[in-house]
């Protein structure tokens, strides 16, 4: 079985190199590697082909955009030109540890599920970063596979996710361009609508936390902006794929809206909180009474969602008055602040 490493390559000179040998160090696995060159400004495409041309390197191509288009178009243009009947995503700043590749592929003998999600750790922040929280062993059913999602037992980047790659096509899992946060997008429909997963509980992925990297170096504003982009093609997915009664799906979407809001307040950026605000409130496509009324959420986020049926100045307050009652009697600090 073969699989397509894709690695898009965008002013990654410093890091190019380790990438590679990682990625030498594979064993045990038909692999090609695909090196998307997304036209960046330094010799990171260079170094590329200089390691490629001089090691013992697995069979690779590079294909060059004819201008920067993003990680999104480089990721979109690697599926597109990969052959192997698993894809695997690989940041050209990041690590695989040796034969990480052989151990994500092994429950494929037994089946081929549609992805196969292993754990990883990071490098470079004390951070705490999403964590993959499931038991060793396949999840079948898509029911079971987007709760857990619902739930954080499982991450939303893309990399050190093996996909089938005729299962991705098939359910049109492109990567949106010319958003930020693609991730979040990304992995939501994923979780949507993938039936078979395989959760492998060893450590196979470095993720390297760079301070000059697009997500550690925006501003909140910038990045307020990018979530309201993300939580609307979400949304719009949600409403023409039907899904907009499911359980999962309804808290998901309102859960990181709230979220965002919350962690808008908790910074004090009471005009960021305003303008957010506005946008999400654009984005409802059902009430709270018809949520709770279909059994499609509990009166606890009935309460949390409540805003909805205000008008917006008052509706803004309330969920001013949500945090503020949050905080007096949780007494602990909004849990999984997206900012």
Request: proline share 3%; aromatic share 12%; net charge negative.
């Amino acid at each position: 079985m073969k699989v397509s490493v894709v690695i898009p390559v965008y002013n990654v000179a410093p890091y190019i190199v380790r990438c590679l040998e990682s990625v030498s160090g594979q064993s045990g696995v038909d692999m090609e590697v695909i090196l998307v060159d997304d036209c960046g400004t330094d010799e990171s495409v260079a170094l590329a082909r200089e390691y490629v041309a001089t090691h013992d390197f697995p069979e690779c191509r590079i294909i060059a955009h004819e201008r920067n288009r993003g990680l999104s178009a480089a990721r979109n243009t690697g599926l597109s030109a990969a052959t192997g009947e698993y894809v695997y995503f690989l940041d050209s700043d990041d690590e695989m540890v040796p034969d990480s590749l052989k151990s994500a592929v092994a429950p494929l003998s037994e089946c081929r599920y549609d992805f196969v999600i292993s754990d990883y750790g990071t490098v470079g922040s004390d951070r705490e970063y999403p964590s993959l929280s499931l038991p060793e062993g396949a999840v079948l059913g898509n029911a079971g596979i987007l709760h857990s999602y619902a739930e954080g037992k499982w991450y939303m980047m893309a990399w050190n996710k093996l996909c089938r790659r005729q299962f991705l096509l098939d359910n049109d899992l492109f990567f949106e361009e010319g958003l930020l946060h693609e991730d979040v997008i990304w992995s939501f429909r994923l979780a949507c609508r993938a039936a078979t997963m395989y959760v492998n509980r060893k450590y196979v992925y470095r993720y390297h936390v760079r301070e000059s990297s697009i997500m550690t170096a925006m501003t909140i504003r910038h990045d307020v902006d990018a979530y309201l982009k993300a939580f609307r093609a979400m949304t719009d997915f949600v409403v023409s794929d039907g899904r907009a009664f499911g359980h999962d799906e309804y808290e998901i979407l309102e859960g990181r809206k709230n979220t965002l809001l919350l962690s808008l307040l908790e910074k004090g950026e009471t005009e960021l909180h305003r303008e957010a605000y506005r946008v999400i409130r654009q984005m409802r496509r059902i009430s709270p009474f018809s949520a709770l009324s279909h059994h499609v959420t509990g009166f606890s986020h009935f309460v949390r969602d409540f805003h909805y049926c205000l008008p917006l100045g008052p509706g803004r307050a309330f969920n001013r008055a949500y945090y503020l009652v949050f905080y007096r009697l949780a007494h602990r600090k909004v849990q999984g602040a997206l900012l």
